[in-house]
């Protein structure tokens, strides 16, 4: 009971959330149990989103690794906004600052007061963006979820203007967000003001890292000779672009200056590659409906 894994399932797939959490001598014997579990019933085990770290771990019970993208992370020792490579985020910090806005943090046991007005925020984004909730590895509004995590809130005119839940990791190694949401007319820039709060408040916390999340399909070349997941990658990454935006999104991120490392899908591969991948994106989209709308 010192390690566990957090999955989802879709179809005969069984998706693993990244590595298992937990000491990590307790991994290998988890990670099989976990592939042995699934076998008895048939289905398949796959692995989403794992570090580079222990990569050989799923190599050693036969998976393939697919690259899926990078992930980007911002060292918080001496954390600052101070030099001419902050100058960009030191001005939208303060411009948002100036248009009255302040942060503060909410604690756990403190999220249920604020539960109807993180709630309006919540529903005046997903209006906004003409979008359902998702699941998965990606957040979504739930009242007894939010309330299990401290929030860093941005404030204006005596309302919550934007919010994000925050998953705190062992030993301080990390931090990061969940489910972020602003309301349409709050300030632009705000969620930047958000994210610096929120690396000023870690730093200030002892926390060493700030996890910015993934860049889908980044750092993967479309070259003629290159694997031909990195060739679909790299041209989803291109041509999905339009869609999806993919590099509009590591771009965002570029500016806090992170230090990126590779994510992995470990997975048996062959013929059931195309269902696997199906299966994932009906677990992340929140069901089939998810896929096919937004």
């Given amino acids: 009971g010192r390690a566990f894994i957090m999955y989802g399932t879709a179809g005969e797939t069984w998706v693993a959330m990244g590595d298992p959490v937990g000491p990590v001598a307790c991994w290998p014997e988890l990670l099989w149990e976990f592939r042995m579990t699934a076998d008895r019933y048939a289905d398949r085990a796959v692995f989403y989103e794992v570090s580079h770290t222990h990569l050989h771990l799923y190599v050693d019970m036969g998976l393939s690794l697919l690259k899926l993208g990078e992930e980007g992370r911002v060292p918080l020792t001496g954390f600052s906004l101070e030099g001419s490579n902050r100058k960009a985020l030191r001005y939208g910090h303060r411009k948002v600052a100036k248009q009255g806005c302040g942060f503060e943090i909410i604690a756990a046991d403190a999220v249920e007061c604020h539960m109807d007005a993180l709630e309006i925020v919540s529903n005046a984004w997903l209006k906004e963006k003409n979008t359902r909730e998702k699941g998965f590895s990606l957040g979504y509004f739930d009242r007894d979820y939010l309330k299990q995590f401290p929030l860093g809130v941005v404030r204006g005119k005596?309302?919550?203007?934007?919010?994000?839940?925050?998953?705190?990791?062992?030993?301080?190694?990390?931090?990061?967000?969940?489910?972020?949401?602003?309301?349409?007319?709050?300030?632009?820039?705000?969620?930047?003001?958000?994210?610096?709060?929120?690396?000023?408040?870690?730093?200030?916390?002892?926390?060493?890292?700030?996890?910015?999340?993934?860049?889908?399909?980044?750092?993967?070349?479309?070259?003629?000779?290159?694997?031909?997941?990195?060739?679909?990658?790299?041209l989803v990454a291109r041509f999905g672009d339009h869609f999806y935006n993919f590099k509009g999104l590591r771009d965002y991120k570029e500016k806090f200056d992170p230090v990126w490392q590779p994510r992995y899908l470990a997975t048996p591969g062959g013929l059931s590659l195309p269902r696997t991948l199906t299966d994932i994106g009906t677990l992340t989209s929140g069901g089939l409906k998810g896929v096919l709308f937004k």
Avoid: C
């Fill in 158 to 234: 005596e309302r919550i203007l934007a919010f994000a839940n925050i998953w705190i990791g062992a030993d301080k190694e990390e931090l990061t967000v969940d489910l972020m949401r602003h309301l349409p007319e709050a300030p632009n820039g705000v969620m930047d003001y958000l994210f610096i709060e929120l690396m000023i408040w870690g730093a200030a916390q002892g926390f060493r890292w700030f996890n910015l999340g993934m860049a889908p399909f980044s750092g993967m070349a479309a070259q003629k000779m290159g694997p031909v997941w990195h060739r679909i990658g790299g």
